[in-house]
């Protein structure tokens, strides 16, 4: 008796918190950071920078903004054969209107 009753009750909990947990989710995936299309951006051009390597990791690192420019600082780290690497890439763009005025990539050693 007491084993059917803890049984009905995680299924009772189980099937009552998967709508939350789904809820959660969607609402994170439409929670976009600001800088998602800027990272986008970054990943693009530092692959056709590097076509014979694979983005293996991401990080955004921050930004700095001016009067009229922002700047978008990512770490990407690749691996092309047996060789990784980090390459730091800068995206300037003029804040009010998201031109972008230049793209400055750095490599880093391991």
Do not use: C
Not at 73 to 82: A, C, T, V
Not at 90 to 108: A, D, G, H, P, S
């Amino acid at each position: 008796m007491m084993r059917k009753l803890f049984m009905a009750l995680g299924i009772f909990l189980m099937v009552n918190a998967a709508p939350l947990h789904m809820s959660t989710i969607v609402h994170a995936q439409q929670q976009a950071p600001s800088y998602a299309k800027w990272g986008r951006l970054a990943m693009k051009e530092t692959q056709a920078k590097y076509p014979q390597a694979k983005i293996i990791d991401y990080l955004h690192e921050g930004k700095e903004t001016s009067a009229d420019a922002t700047i978008e600082k990512f770490k990407l780290w690749l691996k092309e054969g047996n060789k990784e690497f980090g390459v730091y890439v800068k995206i300037k763009y003029t804040t009010v209107t998201e031109k972008v005025v230049n793209i400055e990539f750095q490599e880093m050693a391991r």
